[in-house]
Nanobody, 121 residues
Framework: QVQLVESGGGLVQAGGSLRLSCAASGLTFSRYTMAWFRQAPGKEREFVARISWSGGMTYDADSVKGRFTISRDNAKNTVYLQMNDLKPEDTAVYYC??????????????WGQGTQVTVSS
């Protein structure tokens, strides 16, 4: 069975940094586009970043503003999200998603359970 397990979340002060990890199993990791989304209570799920099987990266510029970096290690079946200069508006549950390369949309993708990121001011 496919499993995506996020880790690395926590409580940090504004201006701090966190590195999120998503460990995937049950799939051929190198064939999947991976992505990070986030969702806060009362808000819709928001796209943050994605990375293709070949390493091509796409960010939501308005949300990230040059502060976040997505990367992947196919040998470890893991995708990362390095978050710097965190702001209170970054507070959310962060979710990892996996989509077969060549597909579009995320509604039918695999999803992790999420990891909480809380940024205090």
């Amino acid at each position: 069975q496919v499993q995506l397990v996020e880790s690395g979340g926590g409580l940090v002060q504004a201006g701090g940094s966190l590195r999120l990890s998503c460990a995937a199993s049950g799939l051929t990791f190198s064939r999947y586009t991976m992505a990070w989304f986030r969702q806060a209570p009362g808000k819709e799920r928001e796209f943050v970043a994605r990375i293709s099987w070949s390493g091509g990266m796409t960010y939501d510029a308005d949300s990230v503003k040059g502060r976040f970096t997505i990367s992947r290690d196919n040998a470890k079946n893991t995708v990362y999200l390095q978050m710097n200069d965190l702001k209170p508006e970054d507070t959310a549950v962060y979710y990892c998603a996996a989509r077969l390369a060549g597909r579009t949309g995320w509604d039918a993708a695999y999803w992790g359970q999420g990891t909480q990121v809380t940024v205090s001011s």
